[in-house]
Each structure stands twice: as structure tokens, then as C-alpha cells.
């Protein structure tokens, strides 16, 4: 009995329904472009607003920074990401029919190569090279293994750069917009904003968490020391360029 026909044998109920499950975004979607777009908006005005507060910018010369800078940075980042995706699904087109190519001029070689990457993984060498014969029959299936043995992704898997533009866009917007509120709201207090753009950056840190085997205090305050490195650094360069200007 071939492996397909046991796993079409199997009931509903049976082990695999019981066990199922399901994995992660892993593939540079849209998570990696929130995660990399709230904590970029985050950093970036936090950082902002301390370096032109720090300056001894009036309130509303610190908001117009801040919008500039929220507005600036979520359209260069979706451009970023957008292009970046475009170009690595690009890149992997590219690869797979290189290795079309080669599936069509050298079957025995690419043949062999299957056989190889079963022997890698454990499988005897007679068996492996049934196996590789019969996966060869269809060039489609031949080819996606080679391109993920290879390549490591799978031609079916490519992100949306349209997904992860979005994504960064509204992300980078919401991070960055935090520092900022309490100056649109009539609060015109340094402290207040930093304080704001912390709890951001630990509440995103923590947020990310949820995807990695990390604690969340531990992603929420490494976030945190970031953002207070980069907000600290501007703040001190304002603070040296105001007293100067002055």
C-alpha cells in the first residue's frame, strides 16, 4: 500500500484530525511587515519628537515635525516593503525556471539529485530512488520539491507586496502617531509624549511577542531600550543644537 492511498484510507477522526494544526505567517507577509512598520513608527517619532522638544521647538513646530514624519515615513515604508516583496517574488520566478530549465535538458541529473536529498533525509537508497521515480512523473511536483530543497520557499507560498505595503503603511502610521497625541490634545508636555511612545514600545514589543518564543516582558522591554537609546541620542543632539542656535 503507497503512502497516498494509506493517508486517503485514513478516517476523519483518526489520529490527524485529532492532532491538527495550523502554523504562523512565516513566509514575510504582512507580519513581518507590521512588526517591522509599528516598531520603525514608534522609534522614529519617539525619537522625533525628543530631538525637537529637546531642541526647545515650540508645541506646534514639534506636531508639524512629528505628522511630517509620520506622513514621510509610513509612505516610504509601504513603498519599501512593496518593493522589496515585488522583488524577491521576482528573484524566486527567476530561480524556478531555472530550475524548469534544467528539469527539461537533465532529468537523469535532477533526477538524482531527488534521489540524494532522500538519502540526506534518512531514506534508504533503494526506496529513495523509487520514490524520486515515481515524484518525477509529475514535473510540477518534481519541480517544487527541487525549488524548496533548494531555495528554501515554495513557489506556491509568495507574499502579497500589496498585502505587506498595506500593512506597513497602517502599522508605521499607528506606532507613530503615539507620541504625538498628547500634543493634539492640548497636552504640551516632553515627558508626557515620551512616556506615550514607551508604553507603545513596550505594549508592541509584547504584541510580538505572541509569535516567538520569547517571554513578553522580555520582547516589550528590548523594544523599550531600543527606542530609549534612539530617543536619548536625538534628544541630547537637540538639546546641543538648540543651545547652539540660541
Same mark, same amino acid.
Given at each position: 500500500?503507497?503512502?497516498?492511498?494509506?493517508?486517503?484510507? /485514513? *478516517?476523519?477522526?483518526?489520529?490527524?484530525? #485529532?492532532?491538527?494544526?495550523?502554523?504562523? &505567517? +512565516?513566509?514575510?507577509?504582512?507580519?513581518?511587515?507590521?512588526?517591522? !512598520?509599528?516598531?520603525?513608527? #514608534?522609534?522614529?517619532?519617539?525619537? @522625533?519628537?525628543?530631538?525637537?522638544?529637546?531642541?526647545?521647538?515650540? *508645541?506646534?513646530?514639534?506636531? /508639524?515635525?512629528?505628522?511630517?514624519?509620520?506622513?514621510?515615513?509610513?509612505?516610504?515604508?509601504?513603498? %519599501?516593503? $512593496?518593493?522589496?516583496?515585488?522583488?524577491?517574488? =521576482?528573484?524566486? =520566478?527567476?530561480?524556478?525556471?531555472?530550475?524548469?530549465?534544467?528539469?527539461?535538458?537533465?532529468?537523469?541529473? =535532477?533526477?538524482?539529485? @531527488?534521489? !540524494?536529498?532522500?538519502?540526506?533525509?534518512?531514506? =534508504?537508497? &533503494? @526506496?529513495?530512488?523509487?520514490?524520486?521515480?515515481?515524484?518525477?512523473?509529475?514535473?510540477?511536483?518534481?519541480?517544487?520539491?527541487?525549488?524548496?530543497?533548494?531555495?528554501?520557499?515554495?513557489?506556491?507560498?509568495?507574499?502579497?507586496? +500589496?498585502?505587506?505595503?498595506?500593512?506597513?503603511?497602517?502599522?508605521?502610521? #499607528?506606532?507613530?502617531?503615539?507620541?504625538?497625541?498628547?500634543? @493634539?490634545?492640548?497636552?504640551? /508636555? /516632553?515627558?508626557?509624549?515620551?512616556?506615550?511612545?514607551?508604553? !507603545?514600545?513596550?505594549?508592541?514589543?509584547?504584541?510580538?511577542?505572541?509569535?516567538? *518564543?520569547? *517571554?513578553?516582558? $522580555?520582547?516589550?522591554?528590548?523594544?523599550?531600550?531600543?527606542?530609549?537609546?534612539?530617543? %536619548?541620542?536625538? $534628544?541630547?543632539?537637540?538639546?546641543?543644537?538648540?543651545?547652539?542656535?540660541?
Amino acid at each position: 500500500m503507497s503512502a497516498g492511498t494509506a493517508a486517503e484510507e /485514513l *478516517p476523519a477522526d483518526g489520529p490527524a484530525a #485529532l492532532h491538527e494544526h495550523h502554523h504562523a &505567517d +512565516v513566509s514575510g507577509g504582512w507580519l513581518r511587515a507590521a512588526v517591522f !512598520g509599528a516598531m520603525d513608527g #514608534l522609534v522614529t517619532n519617539t525619537a @522625533l519628537v525628543a530631538g525637537v522638544g529637546g531642541g526647545g521647538a515650540a *508645541p506646534r513646530a514639534i506636531v /508639524l515635525t512629528g505628522v511630517a514624519g509620520l506622513v514621510a515615513g509610513a509612505i516610504s515604508m509601504a513603498l %519599501g516593503e $512593496y518593493t522589496s516583496v515585488q522583488t524577491q517574488n =521576482e528573484q524566486l =520566478e527567476l530561480e524556478v525556471a531555472k530550475e524548469r530549465r534544467e528539469l527539461e535538458r537533465h532529468p537523469e541529473e =535532477e533526477l538524482g539529485e @531527488l534521489v !540524494g536529498m532522500l538519502r540526506d533525509r534518512g531514506v =534508504e537508497e &533503494d @526506496l529513495a530512488r523509487e520514490v524520486a521515480t515515481q515524484l518525477s512523473r509529475d514535473p510540477e511536483v518534481a519541480l517544487r520539491l527541487h525549488v524548496v530543497a533548494e531555495l528554501g520557499m515554495s513557489p506556491g507560498d509568495q507574499p502579497s507586496p +500589496v498585502t505587506a505595503a498595506v500593512s506597513s503603511f497602517l502599522t508605521f502610521s #499607528l506606532g507613530a502617531v503615539l507620541p504625538l497625541l498628547p500634543y @493634539l490634545f492640548g497636552l504640551s /508636555l /516632553l515627558w508626557v509624549a515620551l512616556l506615550c511612545g514607551a508604553v !507603545g514600545l513596550v505594549a508592541a514589543g509584547a504584541l510580538s511577542s505572541r509569535f516567538t *518564543p520569547r *517571554p513578553w516582558w $522580555y520582547a516589550g522591554l528590548r523594544q523599550l531600550l531600543f527606542g530609549a537609546v534612539a530617543a %536619548g541620542a536625538t $534628544y541630547l543632539i537637540g538639546a546641543a543644537i538648540g543651545v547652539t542656535a540660541a
